[in-house]
């Protein structure tokens, strides 16, 4: 019994496949492999894995979802099917961190901007998308160790890791940014630029406008440029008249201010009713269309934080009031000074009735005998305050509403519903943030100890959140031209299913292996064949 055992376990072994396949399938069915091996001369008879290849290793498995870092990648494939996934003849312990290294080496070598660019064009092709929008963001990533090489970004080009505003309120750690330009039909990442850690949007997002604007309209053929406020600046807004933007008008802005006040009562009548109006406007010498919208989910998450402030700030305004009503002062003329310097303080209270009174006072003790007049006078405040009601009103409008602009003036290329839709998109590129920072992702915290390694990383990150989207737009494309429905965690048929929910559903999947060639893949069942038969013959091949 013993021997056969024994037999069985030489003869047999088994791989995990899981979703992985889905992943090498997107990425050799975009091409980019090859792209990449076409661009970067390399001697392929002296390399084992090529540098399409080793980034293909990357992106499996960073969309492996197991939380390994690039120099545990040998561990991650050392249970996977890799010539399976990766390419014929290659093994686990071929994808190590000196093949890699080299790999990122090579990729900063041949710019990862102007590389990612190109592989982003030829997806945006092959997936056949119209790409009317592109959504401009950015974020930061904390770094662990420190760098020997960390100079001047001005001296040799290269990013500063360095502390700077922490978008995930870690002002502590050293960060470097990662900005993006995605499209909005399915996320696809347009460009990408690694910047330093203490870069700032407002001037950053001008260079990478003023750099790329040729490539986006003449190789994405981009109509709109889609950013949050920190594109909103005079000076930015002057610079891009040779392409049409939305951009969300700063809350602090005074003219924004205004304009909410003088529209806002009539958009929020009925406070249950979304609105919206739209007006002329000409800002930092540029004619642009404001768009002013009143969200009924906003007023509602605001209006108990609202009434607790307002009430918490005319309490305390009531209390100093009843402190300055107790002070005595030695003239009229001082009470009504100290009274107009509170008075212009007030924010919630108004006081109505103020009047200065003189209360008399004798110097002697006891009580003073009757008739006798006083030896001098003191002088108080006295009235009734008040709630301001239209403050708290103005409050509520300024949380409730907020301002859209465009410089397409025209309402017929872009209705005021077409620009409102297209803003509220701009969660695809946060979307994608939220996904490069989700905690089993392989880069969730970047750890590599070169800076040029790091910036070739970022884009290896952002080719695999470019695989993610195009994979999940082929899934849902596929599904709703065949009026086919998979489903979700539910068990319901649903037409529209994330791709991190299909990899969850390929979980268990394996390959066995018999007699070290013959090969089976195990526990596929309906659902799993039906997706695969509507991807195509590639990904058929990946799972038989």
Known sequence: MESKTTLLSQECSSKILNHLGLVAGTYDELGLGELIDSLIPQDKEKRVVSVGQAVKAMVVNGLGFANRALYLTPHFFQDKPVDRLIGEGIKAQDLNDTVLGRALDTIYKHNPEELYAYLAVRTVERLGLFVRFGHLDSTSFHTDGSYQDNGSEEEDGVVRITKGYSRDHRPDLNQIVLQLICERQAGIPLLMKPLSGNSSDKTDFRKTIQAHIDQLKNDFILKYLVADSALYTAETLRELSRILWISRVPETLALSREVIHAVAPDLMKDPEQAAFRSLGIEYGDVRQRWLVVYSPEAYQRNLKTVNKKCLKLSTAEAKQFDKLCKQDFSCEADALKAFSRFENKLKMLSIHGAH?????????????????????????????????????????????????????????????????????????VERGFRFLKDPFFMASTLFLKSRKRIMALMMVMTLCLLVYAALEYRIREELDTNNETFPNQKGKPVSAPTARWVFQFFSGIHVLIIGGAQQAVLNLNEHHLRLLRLLGARYEILYS
């Not at 009235?383 to 397409?408: D, M, V, W, Y």
């Open 356 to 428: 200065v009174v003189a209360l008399p006072r004798h110097t002697g003790k006891g009580r003073p005998a009757k008739g006798k007049h006083p030896d001098f006078y003191v002088y108080r405040i006295e009235g009734n305050p008040a709630s301001l009601l239209h403050e708290r009103t103005r409050l509520l409008e300024r949380k409730s509403c907020f301002i859209l602009a465009t410089n397409q003036l025209d309402c017929e290329e872009l209705s005021d519903e077409e620009l409102r839709e297209a803003y509220k998109d701009q969660q695809k």
